[in-house]
């Protein structure tokens, strides 16, 4: 008995490698296949001459310029917006109870595919979308739609707008957790006592300390944002199209000589990520630096009831857009005839549900299936990794945290490309296995990020109880430690599931196109001009995490209710 | 003596706590001229801390309270705790981290002033309280009895119109405490600010030499005492 014990307890030593090296393995494999095609060599298409040609080629594409120039300037400007709007926001509201109501939106709402709510976005803010037709023609005086492209404008405002809409919530949850580390409310009082305004008090005193805890989050976004492609091929223009998409095209044409090309431009895509991540450190040494005088200048602040109400009302508007672009898919998909400026379909029809449905049956088992495998294996490493943690009693050091977020930071269109060449060359690729990996490299940091804390603060008096019952270990995990953290299991699991079903470049690339999912179906669709089957993909895909999420809600209550029920 | 420093009267009215249905103690009404050190006493969990936290606007949240607190003959009550200059030196330590000793210092003076001013505003007080040379220090390393002193510091160099302390030499060694609680409440009637100090030591209210406030539960609670 003891010796199995000390086997098992052994094998979960090995738990932290294991974890790691899923996810490190593909980003290494994934450079190597980038970086060596790029500098002409990838002996699949007979390029075994190693030079500077794909640079070249890719230098002397007249798109080029402007796609980098959108590139940079929409993922600065999304992850700027978002951050602004996030620390505007819990700065100016977290003593009000706006706040407690507000935040409990944000799980739902992040949970919400990005190729969903890209096209729930341009349903919306199309000229010919749901919001001109609200506002026609009494506001407007359209009675046709307008020759405006509000959606795939050239300044790439719609794709801005689409990242707002995905990162805020975001950063706003990463700014709740952090500030689950913090305790700020004994600091803000005294500064309050001081004279401080709410805002000055937080600005002052909350951020400097909380700032630190929202880089590697913070950083995350901002790579995301530089190399987005769902939402990109959605919401951004197309001549030229941000490079992320012009990757994807390259690496898709027929023409194979183009794949040594798209290489080089990946590699570019990483540079751009990883300058835009340093240049964003070195802003913030520089802002510290001058905001040190600023700190202690005595300057209390303003009553400021205007700003505080402008920017709740932007918060409020944020995610009541992100809802509402929803309720547009859910909309188009069941509508019948609907003619512009009408503001509802005038009659409702299943038909694009029963035409498309057979056909997306098979995608959205693979989504399902994808996801509920992934989650559950990111579930089982987390646990594993967690229990070891807490049996030697170590921590995750910063560095693990880095190396954990790594797959959030390496852009995905940067090294999935490069993996699916290695895959190739080992023959594993196009294979369900090899999504599975790919999604599991996305969904086990989010899994671990949601699950460590709940498991770290669990209170260690019920199993010091149970030890003293004389349970053993895995007693304790199965019969103590995992009936406690249901709550937080699920919530996890929920997160899980919730990234894989929106996962789209890793699905492209493992997948090889020979496996599809309800992201794929719904970017898909968007090539095509049917609204009502465009709104059957995207709101089948933002159905299922929503289901998700509303059972991690539920399935804790009605246990908790049953127990209730079952007391004497 | 600074510009702005005096205080004038702070008034209490018919004030006591509750949690839930349960009055803590017998309402009190109490009157302090500016220059007086009141002091409050009571066993702990007599509501001594929410006592001061709610007069100064920062409740604890499981405390309801009544009564009313009046400032120079303005109700402040219902005001938001930046808007009533009631200086609180919690029992708890309070001094801002991220920044050091006189930094903690220079962000409660009064805007306006130049930097060089403000530095030499902060280094001036830590003097006056036996702390020179300590502007460049690290909140972090700070004993229990410098700790007490910069709040003191910080909460005075608002410039306050009436100034609570609650428990502020609790946590020092007795040699030291006689010592301490001397310079400290001369600072505080040196700047003519009605102060009330909450304790459980009587010495504590001695030295103080103002009116002492027993906090008396109401009849039926403390009949099993």
Redesign the interface.
């Given at each position: 008995m003891s010796g199995g014990g000390a086997d098992r307890q052994g094998w979960l030593r090995l738990a932290p490698g294991v974890t790691l090296a899923m996810s490190l393995t593909p980003i290494g494999a994934g450079l190597i296949g980038t970086i060596l095609p790029a500098f002409g060599w990838m002996p699949a298409i007979g390029a075994v001459d190693p030079g500077l040609g794909a640079w070249v080629a890719l230098l002397a594409q007249l798109e080029l310029p402007g796609a980098v120039m959108l590139t940079v300037w929409t993922g600065l400007a999304g992850t700027g917006l978002s951050l602004a709007l996030a620390l505007g926001f819990v700065a100016t509201s977290h003593h009000r109870p706006l706040f407690r109501r507000l935040t409990g939106w944000l799980a739902p709402v992040l949970s919400l595919p990005h190729a969903a709510l890209a096209i729930g976005l341009a349903f919306m803010i199309a000229p010919s979308g749901w919001i001109a037709r609200l506002l026609s023609p009494w506001a407007t005086g359209w009675g046709v739609p307008p020759d405006l492209w509000t959606d795939r404008d050239p300044l790439g405002l719609g794709l801005i707008l689409g990242l707002v809409l995905k990162e805020t919530p975001y950063l706003l949850l990463a700014i709740l957790a952090a500030l689950s580390h913090l305790d700020p409310a004994?600091?803000l009082?005294?500064?309050?006592?001081?004279?401080?305004?709410?805002a000055k008090?937080w600005l002052?005193?909350v951020g400097?300390?909380l700032y630190p805890l929202l880089r590697l989050p913070l950083y995350a976004v901002l790579a995301y944002a530089l190399s987005v492609v769902d939402m990109a091929l959605i919401l951004a223009p197309a001549t030229p199209p941000p490079l992320s998409v012009l990757i994807l095209r390259w690496f898709h044409d027929p023409d194979l000589a183009l794949r040594l090309q798209a290489a080089a431009a990946s590699c570019l895509q990483l540079g751009l990520v990883g300058a835009a991540i340093l240049g964003w450190a070195a802003m913030e040494t520089i802002v510290t630096r001058l905001a040190r005088?600023w700190?202690?200048?005595?300057?209390?602040g303003r009553a400021g009831a205007a700003a505080r109400r402008f920017l709740a009302a932007l918060q409020v508007a944020t995610l009541g857009l992100s809802a509402a672009s929803i309720a547009a898919l859910a909309l188009w998909s069941v509508a019948g005839r609907w003619r512009f400026p009408d503001d509802l379909p005038a009659v409702l029809s299943m038909n694009a549900w029963a035409a498309q449905g057979r056909r997306l049956a098979e995608p959205a088992i693979a989504t399902l299936a994808l996801g509920l495998l992934a989650t559950a294996i990111a579930l089982a490493l987390t646990i594993a990794c967690l229990e070891n943690e807490q049996r030697r009693g170590i921590r995750l050091g910063s560095r693990g945290l880095i190396l954990l977020y790594l797959p959030l930071l390496a852009p995905q269109i940067a090294f999935l490309p490069g993996a699916q060449i290695v895959m190739i060359a080992a023959g594993i690729d196009g294979g369900a296995l090899a999504v599975l990996w790919c999604h599991l490299l996305y969904v086990l940091p989010y899994v671990f990020l949601s699950l460590g804390d709940a498991y770290r603060r669990l209170d260690m008096r019920h199993v010091d109880a149970a030890s003293s019952l004389g349970a053993g270990p895995w007693t304790i995990l199965w019969r103590v430690k995992l009936p406690l953290l249901l709550g937080p299991l699920l919530a996890a699991g929920a997160v899980g599931f919730a990234v894989s079903v929106a996962l789209y470049v890793p699905t492209v690339f493992a997948g090889g196109g020979r496996i599809s999912t309800l992201a794929i179906e719904a970017v898909n669709a968007m090539a095509g001009a049917d609204r009502r089957a465009i709104g059957v993909a995207a709101s089948l895909q933002a159905f299922l995490p929503l289901v998700a999420y509303a059972l991690a809600i539920l399935v804790p209550a009605a246990i908790g209710r049953r127990r209730v029920g079952r007391a004497p | 003596m600074s510009p702005g420093a005096t205080g004038g009267r702070l008034d209490l009215d018919k004030v006591t706590l509750w949690i839930g249905p349960r009055q803590l103690f017998e309402p009190l009404t109490l009157s302090l001229a500016a220059g007086t050190i009141a002091s409050i006493m009571g066993p702990s969990g007599s509501g001594k801390s929410a006592l001061l936290?709610w007069i100064?606007?920062?409740p604890i949240p499981a405390f309801r309270a009544t009564g009313r607190v009046v400032l120079d003959g303005r109700d402040v009550t219902d005001l938001?705790?930046?808007n009533?200059?009631?200086?609180?030196v919690?029992q708890?330590d309070?001094l801002?981290?991220?920044?050091r000793v006189g930094?903690n210092l220079?962000?409660?003076?009064?805007?306006?002033?130049p930097?060089a001013k403000?530095h030499q505003l902060a280094e001036k007080s830590l003097t006056q309280l036996g702390l020179a040379g300590f502007q460049h220090r690290d909140v972090a390393g700070l004993s229990g009895g410098e700790r007490a002193r910069v709040s003191l510091l910080?909460?005075m160099l608002?410039e306050p119109l009436a100034v609570l302390l609650d428990e502020p030499f609790s946590k020092l060694d007795l040699p030291l405490r006689s010592q301490i609680r001397q310079g400290f409440l001369d600072y505080i009637r040196n700047r003519c600010v009605p102060a009330l100090i909450a304790t459980h030591d009587s010495a504590d209210a001695q030295t103080a030499g103002g009116p002492v406030h027993i906090l008396a539960g109401p009849p039926g609670i403390l009949d099993g005492f």
């Amino acid at each position: 008995m003891s010796g199995g014990g000390a086997d098992r307890q052994g094998w979960l030593r090995l738990a932290p490698g294991v974890t790691l090296a899923m996810s490190l393995t593909p980003i290494g494999a994934g450079l190597i296949g980038t970086i060596l095609p790029a500098f002409g060599w990838m002996p699949a298409i007979g390029a075994v001459d190693p030079g500077l040609g794909a640079w070249v080629a890719l230098l002397a594409q007249l798109e080029l310029p402007g796609a980098v120039m959108l590139t940079v300037w929409t993922g600065l400007a999304g992850t700027g917006l978002s951050l602004a709007l996030a620390l505007g926001f819990v700065a100016t509201s977290h003593h009000r109870p706006l706040f407690r109501r507000l935040t409990g939106w944000l799980a739902p709402v992040l949970s919400l595919p990005h190729a969903a709510l890209a096209i729930g976005l341009a349903f919306m803010i199309a000229p010919s979308g749901w919001i001109a037709r609200l506002l026609s023609p009494w506001a407007t005086g359209w009675g046709v739609p307008p020759d405006l492209w509000t959606d795939r404008d050239p300044l790439g405002l719609g794709l801005i707008l689409g990242l707002v809409l995905k990162e805020t919530p975001y950063l706003l949850l990463a700014i709740l957790a952090a500030l689950s580390h913090l305790d700020p409310a004994r600091d803000l009082a005294a500064a309050r006592t001081l004279g401080y305004t709410p805002a000055k008090a937080w600005l002052k005193v909350v951020g400097p300390r909380l700032y630190p805890l929202l880089r590697l989050p913070l950083y995350a976004v901002l790579a995301y944002a530089l190399s987005v492609v769902d939402m990109a091929l959605i919401l951004a223009p197309a001549t030229p199209p941000p490079l992320s998409v012009l990757i994807l095209r390259w690496f898709h044409d027929p023409d194979l000589a183009l794949r040594l090309q798209a290489a080089a431009a990946s590699c570019l895509q990483l540079g751009l990520v990883g300058a835009a991540i340093l240049g964003w450190a070195a802003m913030e040494t520089i802002v510290t630096r001058l905001a040190r005088p600023w700190l202690t200048d005595g300057k209390r602040g303003r009553a400021g009831a205007a700003a505080r109400r402008f920017l709740a009302a932007l918060q409020v508007a944020t995610l009541g857009l992100s809802a509402a672009s929803i309720a547009a898919l859910a909309l188009w998909s069941v509508a019948g005839r609907w003619r512009f400026p009408d503001d509802l379909p005038a009659v409702l029809s299943m038909n694009a549900w029963a035409a498309q449905g057979r056909r997306l049956a098979e995608p959205a088992i693979a989504t399902l299936a994808l996801g509920l495998l992934a989650t559950a294996i990111a579930l089982a490493l987390t646990i594993a990794c967690l229990e070891n943690e807490q049996r030697r009693g170590i921590r995750l050091g910063s560095r693990g945290l880095i190396l954990l977020y790594l797959p959030l930071l390496a852009p995905q269109i940067a090294f999935l490309p490069g993996a699916q060449i290695v895959m190739i060359a080992a023959g594993i690729d196009g294979g369900a296995l090899a999504v599975l990996w790919c999604h599991l490299l996305y969904v086990l940091p989010y899994v671990f990020l949601s699950l460590g804390d709940a498991y770290r603060r669990l209170d260690m008096r019920h199993v010091d109880a149970a030890s003293s019952l004389g349970a053993g270990p895995w007693t304790i995990l199965w019969r103590v430690k995992l009936p406690l953290l249901l709550g937080p299991l699920l919530a996890a699991g929920a997160v899980g599931f919730a990234v894989s079903v929106a996962l789209y470049v890793p699905t492209v690339f493992a997948g090889g196109g020979r496996i599809s999912t309800l992201a794929i179906e719904a970017v898909n669709a968007m090539a095509g001009a049917d609204r009502r089957a465009i709104g059957v993909a995207a709101s089948l895909q933002a159905f299922l995490p929503l289901v998700a999420y509303a059972l991690a809600i539920l399935v804790p209550a009605a246990i908790g209710r049953r127990r209730v029920g079952r007391a004497p | 003596m600074s510009p702005g420093a005096t205080g004038g009267r702070l008034d209490l009215d018919k004030v006591t706590l509750w949690i839930g249905p349960r009055q803590l103690f017998e309402p009190l009404t109490l009157s302090l001229a500016a220059g007086t050190i009141a002091s409050i006493m009571g066993p702990s969990g007599s509501g001594k801390s929410a006592l001061l936290a709610w007069i100064a606007g920062v409740p604890i949240p499981a405390f309801r309270a009544t009564g009313r607190v009046v400032l120079d003959g303005r109700d402040v009550t219902d005001l938001a705790p930046e808007n009533r200059r009631i200086g609180l030196v919690a029992q708890d330590d309070r001094l801002f981290r991220h920044l050091r000793v006189g930094e903690n210092l220079e962000m409660a003076l009064p805007a306006g002033e130049p930097v060089a001013k403000r530095h030499q505003l902060a280094e001036k007080s830590l003097t006056q309280l036996g702390l020179a040379g300590f502007q460049h220090r690290d909140v972090a390393g700070l004993s229990g009895g410098e700790r007490a002193r910069v709040s003191l510091l910080r909460a005075m160099l608002a410039e306050p119109l009436a100034v609570l302390l609650d428990e502020p030499f609790s946590k020092l060694d007795l040699p030291l405490r006689s010592q301490i609680r001397q310079g400290f409440l001369d600072y505080i009637r040196n700047r003519c600010v009605p102060a009330l100090i909450a304790t459980h030591d009587s010495a504590d209210a001695q030295t103080a030499g103002g009116p002492v406030h027993i906090l008396a539960g109401p009849p039926g609670i403390l009949d099993g005492f």
